[in-house]
């Protein structure tokens, strides 16, 4: 693990302050507070993640206009792997309360009619889409900030542009 510069208070406050915008902003978006979780946020960022790449291929090709084809499905055992930090258990309740609130929906698989499949509502994804978007648009506008305190060297740490 790289050992990172080391920056002033100030500089550490306004990225905190980045943080927690970035997490009003999920709030605000998901519609309930229910949703303010990490694991939701693992869940719903890498089911989105995984739809993306099975759309648009491994190299991310269209992802500039994004919203081509039908979202990837999933069995409910695929997604307890997409919450690598609840039990199997835990999971399985996440993943229902987020069915029961729309957020999934689940469907039956048509190659195996006693199994269940799971894809994000319309409305997640679309959720999903203008909380990266936000995302994104705070952190590009972060300013650059001033250098790194002290000598980089001692600290192991890269070398970060002023």
Known sequence: MNTPCRYSDTRR?????????????????MGDRLFHDLNYYD????MWLRSNKARNG???LNSRNGSGGPMETFRKSELYQLMPNVSQRTAIK?????????????????GDLRSRRI????????????????????FEAFP??????????????????A
């Open 58 to 60: 491994r190299n991310g």
């Open 43 to 46: 869940l719903f960022t890498r």
């Open 119 to 138: 894809t994000m509502s319309a409305d997640l994804k679309r959720k999903i889409e203008l909380f990266l978007d936000y995302s994104i648009s705070v």
């Open 13 to 29: 406050r306004e990225f905190i302050d980045l943080l927690n915008d970035t997490d009003q902003y999920w709030v605000e978006v």
């Open 94 to 110: 996440y993943i229902q309360i987020a069915i029961d609130n729309g957020l999934l929906v689940e469907q039956a698989d048509p």
């Open 144 to 161: 650059r900030g001033d250098v790194a305190m002290g000598d980089r060297s001692a600290y192991g740490g890269a070398e970060h542009d």
